[in-house]
């Protein structure tokens, strides 16, 4: 009977060591390295539908062998190794727009898209795996300085890009007002590398910008006058000039204010001859407000159709009473113009509303989710692709202008391409 009684309770502690291993096993970790710190505190839970099969412990025998052997403990750091193991895994798909950011980058994110923030005031991308300005924005520190629309950064601070993801480019570039950073950059169609310093600044983006201008136009050719420029005669044209920089947090808002007041100029001028809308170096931003833009120009139909994997299809469409239906519309576009630029461009010009000049847009057609993952961190994922209404996709490709006009670069004081724009409104 005594060993019948042994018997079943050293059963029974096996039973307990054993539910006790797999409940630590599986669902708290507590790993304590003590002559090696960090202590790793890891919670985790069953893995998700799809990821059965991941054996997990290479991952857990790296990080301990990095803990265990590593010879500076002091460059041994938790979260930025959990934080990197996490950007690992989303470039692995190989989306460069498909992007994990720490909480710092998410913040910055976040700041850019509000219209207000500490830098050099540029969107950056990836193409090609090299880290490249889409466009500078107007009146920023880099602009003044000299950075363009397509300049390959490839190193900051002396420090080469080579590998970097966007969001470390962009936590490298970002810093305090008053503070210097050097860009070693590549212009577009120059191999020689440059260095330009830039003095960091509280950027302070105004999306929308709404005026009359006006141009003295003669003989085939436009030059374009400030406000304190008089121009008398029959050479004298009036334009509307619509800018939009980029489509954010307060794009709506700013635009729904203007726009009224610029349709009331328009009809009681009449001597205005259209409007150039100017989406060059615009790097995009919400689908839903490219939608709201376009619903300016048109009385209704798809703006926009969004294509998941599934192939099926979601038309966004116009909803709303435009109030400048009617003026001839030209708009710039250029290698900066991306995403929602490009989705308000092509709208469009396949309804026939407006014609494209300027020089082939940056090519991103793609859209992405953006969510807090809870911890200020933030995760952006390609959930679709988005065609034209007629079905075009720009991805890689970009919308070529109907009329190209490069940048000229020898005398950056003329907008050719305005001008061109102006010319085309007299046609």
């Excluded at 041994?76 to 980058?105: H, R, W």
């Excluded at 007002?177 to 577009?188: A, E, Q, R, Y």
């Excluded at 003669?218 to 050479?235: F, I, R």
């Excluded at 009681?268 to 490219?290: C, E, H, M, Q, W």
Aim: proline share 4%; with cysteine.
């Amino acid at each position: 009977m005594k060993n019948k009684v042994n018997s079943f309770q050293l059963i029974l502690i096996i039973i307990i060591t054993f539910l006790g291993g797999y409940y630590f096993g599986v669902n708290k970790i507590n790993l304590d390295w003590k002559n090696y710190k960090p202590i790793l505190n890891v919670i985790s839970k069953e893995p998700p539908a799809g990821a059965t099969n991941i054996d997990f412990n290479p991952f857990w025998t790296v990080w301990q062998k990095l803990a265990t052997t590593y010879y500076d403990k002091s460059k041994i750091d938790q979260q930025k190794m959990l934080n990197g193991a996490i950007s690992g895994m989303v470039e692995a798909l190989g989306d460069p727009f498909t992007i994990y950011l720490p909480p710092v980058q998410n913040n910055n994110f976040k700041q850019g898209l509000a219209g207000q923030f500490s830098g050099i005031g540029a969107e950056l991308g990836i193409k090609d795996k090299d880290i490249i300005v889409i466009s500078p924005l107007d009146g920023s520190p880099a602009e003044k300085a000299g950075i363009k629309a397509g300049d390959v950064i490839i190193a900051v601070d002396t420090k080469s890009t080579l590998g970097w993801t966007l969001s470390q480019a962009v936590e490298k570039i970002r810093g305090t007002k008053g503070t210097d950073v050097i860009l070693t950059v590549i212009h577009k169609d120059n191999r020689k590398k440059t260095d330009i310093k830039i003095t960091r600044d509280v950027i302070t983006v105004k999306s929308v910008v709404m005026d009359i201008r006006t141009a003295k136009c003669s003989n085939g050719n436009c030059s374009l006058l400030v406000k304190t420029d008089t121009c008398e005669g029959n050479d004298c044209i009036k334009y509307a000039y619509i800018r939009l920089s980029q489509f954010g947090d307060n794009t709506n808002q700013e635009w729904a204010a203007l726009a009224k007041g610029l349709s009331d100029k328009i009809n009681a001028d009449k001597s205005v001859k259209g409007i150039v809308f100017d989406l060059r170096n615009n790097p995009g931003g919400y689908l839903t407000d490219a939608t709201f833009i376009a619903s300016e120009f048109i009385k209704k139909g798809q703006v926009v159709v969004k294509q998941d994997n599934g192939q099926t299809q979601e038309p966004l469409s116009a909803e709303r009473d435009g109030v400048l239906l009617s003026p001839k519309l030209i708009i710039l576009i250029n290698k900066g113009s991306a995403s929602a630029s490009e989705i308000v461009a092509g709208a469009m010009r396949d309804y026939k509303r407006a014609k494209l000049i300027g020089e082939t847009s940056f090519g991103k057609g793609t859209i992405q989710a953006a969510e807090d993952l809870g911890d200020g961190a933030g995760l952006h994922v390609t959930i679709a692709k988005w065609l034209t209404p007629t079905g075009i996709w720009v991805n890689q490709k970009g919308l070529t202008p109907d009329v190209e006009v490069k940048f000229d670069e020898k005398d950056p004081s003329r907008d050719t391409q305005l001008e061109k724009a102006v010319l085309e409104l007299l046609k």
